[in-house]
């Protein structure tokens, strides 16, 4: 206990119940009632906003706008004079920066030439293009004339003539075209007699694929058709004549089935 | 110069370029063609029968199968070309047929060409003035695109050819 009091001792010298009065009697010095608080702060300065006056108010007077202030027409005479003293500093020094801008600008430039090239070069290449379908267009080949159609005939019964040892007609066939030579100038880039395209066959049967041919034909109501449609109808019709193909060596084909 | 289809036949078979059948009785076979044709048979036509021509180089005639018996006899293509007013005399080889007009009545009428993606419907072009110069013709086709003669090469065998009524020759025919 004596090592306790002497500890009080130290911190409080002079007694904790002294202590403690002492507290006490500060507190109630500087204690302040909220009246008394209130009435030692300043008073709030009222707000002034600027109103659009109303139409039953008064207008605002020269003498009331806050522009008339003689300091602050003086600071706006004072900006004014240093701005226009800016601009002509900036107009004067204004070479300057084209060499600061160069590396930026060159670029630029050269995009916008290309930009430019590129345009006139698309719209050449458009026109060009444009032009090319037209010349195909035109470049289209006709059919082929009486004339190129007797040529081609007489080349294909000689071809199968080589091709077979002996001419078709001496048994007793015809050279029939696969591709008709009506459609021939379709194939621009095949040659109408090509040995695939040629089959000799008994007269009959030749019959038989002109009637399908011009069956195809009038289906077809004046359109031109494709390659694809050409060459389906021409292995339609491979179906129906294989039977009276003519081969050299081999027994005639049995005879035509009657109607 | 006009060339019977008697002369012509000669002047071929001197050239080697005419081959005839064998056999057979000129009058019967005649008489089986004008049963089928109902009399519409030229004096040309006749005398081409007579004539007995199978072939003319690679261009094969084309006649009925002819035989003693009736029951054997065949008119295979004859008739193919009567919608048209002609009878078919030889095949081109590739399909298509060149037919004597019968629609003028003439004694010696023109010959065309019925191209057979038309299903022989209507003559194509003019193949010659007459039967005689037809016959010479062919007889000159091949060589004459062998040789890669101009257009209208024909004129200078058959002068009437741009004549004929039906069509135009080969190189107007478009």
Known sequence: ?259 | MDFTVHEACRLLEAQGALHRRQGGSPDGFVAFIRALLGDQMPADLEAFYREGVEAIGDFRAILPKWNERPERRREGMLRALLPAQAVPIFSDGAGSLYGLDLSSGAASPAVYFFDHEDLFERPRWAAGSSLGHFLLLLGRHDQAIAEGCPAGWERSIDPDIESCPRAPPIWRAG
Do not use: C
């Not at chain 1, 670029?107 to 090239?117: D, F, H, N, Q």
């Not at chain 1, 289209?140 to 199968?160: F, G, H, Q």
């Not at chain 1, 007699?193 to 195809?216: G, K, W, Y």
């Open chain 1, 1 to 259: 206990m004596a090592g306790l009091q002497e500890l009080q001792e130290v911190a409080h010298p002079k007694g904790i119940e002294d202590w403690m009065e002492q507290r006490r009697r500060d507190v109630a010095a500087s204690w302040r009632s909220p009246a008394e608080i209130l009435s030692h702060q300043r008073p709030l300065q009222p707000i002034t906003l600027p109103r659009t006056p109303g139409p039953g108010a008064p207008s605002r007077t020269a003498h009331q706008s806050p522009f008339q202030d003689p300091e602050l027409v003086e600071l706006r005479r004072e900006q004014a004079a240093f701005k226009d003293v800016v601009r002509a500093e900036s107009r004067r020094n204004s070479w300057m920066a084209i060499p600061a801008l160069a590396p930026i600008a060159v670029p630029l430039l050269a995009e916008g030439v290309s930009l430019l090239t590129g345009r006139l070069a698309a719209s050449q290449l458009k026109r060009l293009a444009t032009n090319q379908l037209t010349q195909e267009a035109a470049s289209v080949p006709s059919p082929l004339t009486e004339i190129e159609r007797n040529v081609v005939r007489a080349a294909a019964r000689k071809r199968i003539a080589q091709a077979n040892g002996t001419p078709a007609s001496k048994i007793d066939g015809e050279v029939h075209h696969r591709v008709a030579l009506r459609f021939a100038h379709l194939f621009p880039n095949a040659d109408p007699n090509r040995l695939a395209n040629l089959i000799p066959l008994m007269r009959e049967a030749h019959l038989i694929a002109s009637r399908s041919e011009a069956d195809f034909v009038r289906a077809l109501a004046g359109r031109t058709p494709t390659q694809a449609e050409i060459v389906a109808q021409a292995m339609r019709l491979d179906k129906l004549i294989e039977p009276y193909v003519l081969r050299v060596g081999v027994s005639r084909p049995p005879p035509l089935p009657r109607k």
